[in-house]
């Protein structure tokens, strides 16, 4: 079956810009997460989302990152008045629920959008 | 959550065991084990993870010590799609929604 899917896979945008990122998690999977990643780096978390609520998004790095998942199942990550800091591959992941209902749900990841802000 | 210290790259020989260290020294009674690793130019993928017991599946076996300050990933026959970086992260109960990965090793498979 499909994965998660991320688009687009390559974004380059100038400073200051607006751009959106798009996750299409899999199909049934109700948590859905977004992680960013910097060259040399492990992965580091954003938000997550339950359902269509964001259930945590203590990672989000500040107000010009929000992200929303209005149906329950594509998400979309947007950032306003990127700045160069903001280069790096944002990775989304979904899993079938969440952990807090008490079993071990496996996360599965997309291949990244990497952005690069000139 | 317990922090967790692995050393920053290592080499296996192909067909050749893999033990990936991984030192938790802090971890409490009600947190997880959990590894994943991460291929170049993809996103992790989940390997195994465990609580105190020893455990195996098709990837990988999981060691953990006694006093559960580290534990151990085992590939037992390395091949070099097992080249990737190898993330050790430690989570309270099943509540892995907000993964903290670290550095992680990055393992080398070489012929």
């Known amino acids: 079956g499909a994965g998660v899917s991320q688009t687009p896979s390559n974004k380059v945008t100038e400073k200051g810009k607006y751009v959106e990122l798009r996750c299409d998690p899999i199909?049934?999977?109700?948590?859905l997460y977004w992680y960013r990643q910097s060259l040399g780096q492990g992965p580091e978390f954003l938000i997550y989302?339950?359902?269509?609520?964001?259930?945590?998004d203590s990672g989000l790095p500040n107000d010009r990152f929000f992200a929303v998942r209005p149906e329950g199942s594509v998400s979309t990550l947007k950032i306003q008045r990127t700045e160069r800091g903001d280069s790096a591959v944002y990775l989304c992941?979904?899993?079938?629920?969440?952990?807090?209902?008490?079993?071990?749900?496996?996360?599965?990841f997309g291949p990244g959008t990497r952005l690069t802000v000139t | 959550d317990a922090k967790t210290t692995q050393p920053p790259s290592m080499d296996c020989a192909e067909g050749r065991a893999a033990n990936l260290p991984c030192n938790h020294s802090?971890?409490?009674?009600?947190?997880?084990v959990y590894w994943y690793r991460q291929i170049h130019s993809q996103g992790p993928q989940y390997i195994i993870h465990?609580?105190?017991n020893n455990e195996t599946n098709e990837m990988a076996s999981l060691i953990i010590t006694e006093d559960r300050k580290s534990s151990t990933l085992i590939l037992p026959h390395a091949t070099l799609r097992d080249t990737a970086v190898y993330y050790c992260?430690?989570?309270?109960?099943?509540?892995?929604?907000?993964?903290?990965f670290g550095a992680g090793t990055r393992l080398t498979v070489k012929p």
């Open positions: 992941a979904s899993s079938p629920a969440s952990g807090r209902a008490g079993s071990f749900y496996e996360q599965y």
């Open positions: 199909s049934g999977h109700t948590a």
């Open positions: 989302f339950q359902g269509t609520g964001a259930a945590d």
């Open positions: 802090t971890i409490s009674g009600n947190e997880y």
């Open positions: 465990g609580l105190k």
């Open positions: 992260i430690v989570r309270r109960g099943y509540n892995n929604n907000d993964m903290r």
